[in-house]
């Protein structure tokens, strides 16, 4: 079975910085571009970032680029988002997903995680 | 960036009825859209990708279609499990976005 599961949520403070991680099994890991999307309470999805299967490209949504930064280790199985600066708007439930295609990233995203919550309050 | 723009925002309906939910972009993406099926506590559900290409395991009663800047997801028959909400999202330009959503309701 193909799965994900995220890890690594919890409460920080404003400016504080939070890794979450994703690890990734019954796939092949590495022939898939990946993706981080999260909902904030009330809200609908939001695409955060996305990362090549080796890791070279990367983009990231306006709202969290210079702040967000999405890594991948191959060797684990594992993709990652380290968050910095964090905004009290940045408190949602984060979830992990596959693109569809193997060593593509035209045809949306197909296996997704359970998602990790990210409060961020004082 | 592209922005995705979903009508209707919400909507009332009853199971066996027929139903259309469109998605303008802002630009042209050609076939590069696809949609989503959420629920609440579950994770998001990939229905339809490059516009028609049903995914596996999807009924038969999704459908989707449009190309350019217009289009349009289609429930032929509703049934009980399918009151959720429904996002497009294009895969064209980095970066991706999501629609606002559109939230289907019991009548």
């Known amino acids: 079975e193909e799965l994900l599961v995220e890890s690594g949520g919890g409460l920080v403070h404003p400016g504080g910085s939070l890794r979450l991680s994703c690890a990734a099994s019954?796939?092949?890991?590495?022939?898939?571009?990946m993706h981080w999307v999260r909902q904030a309470p009330g809200k609908g999805l939001e695409w955060v970032s996305r990362?090549?299967?080796?890791?070279?490209?990367?983009n990231s949504a306006d709202s969290v680029r210079g702040r967000f930064i999405i890594l991948r280790d191959n060797s684990k199985n594992s993709l990652y988002v380290h968050m910095s600066s964090l905004r009290v708007e940045d408190t949602a439930l984060y979830f992990c997903?596959?693109?569809?295609?193997?060593?593509?990233?035209?045809?949306?995203?197909?296996?997704w995680g359970q998602g990790t919550t990210v409060t961020v309050s004082s | 960036d592209i922005q995705l723009t979903q009508s209707p925002s919400s909507l009332s309906a009853s199971v066996g009825d027929r139903l259309t939910i469109t998605c303008r972009t802002s630009?042209?993406?050609?076939?590069?859209l696809n949609w989503y099926q959420h629920k609440p506590g579950q994770a998001p559900k990939l229905l339809i990708h490059?516009?028609?290409g049903l995914q596996s395991g999807v009924p038969s009663r999704f459908s989707g279609s449009g190309s350019g800047t217009d289009f349009t997801l289609t429930i032929s028959s509703l049934q009980p499990e399918d009151f959720a909400t429904y996002y497009c999202?294009?895969?064209?330009?980095?970066?991706?976005?999501f629609g606002q959503g559109t939230r289907l309701e019991i009548k």
């Open positions: 997903a596959r693109s569809l295609t193997p060593g593509q990233d035209y045809h949306g995203m197909d296996v």
């Open positions: 019954g796939f092949t890991f590495s022939n898939y571009w």
């Open positions: 990362i090549s299967t080796d890791g070279t490209t990367t």
């Open positions: 630009q042209n993406i050609f076939t590069y």
């Open positions: 490059s516009s028609s």
């Open positions: 999202q294009q895969s064209y330009g980095a970066p991706q976005t």
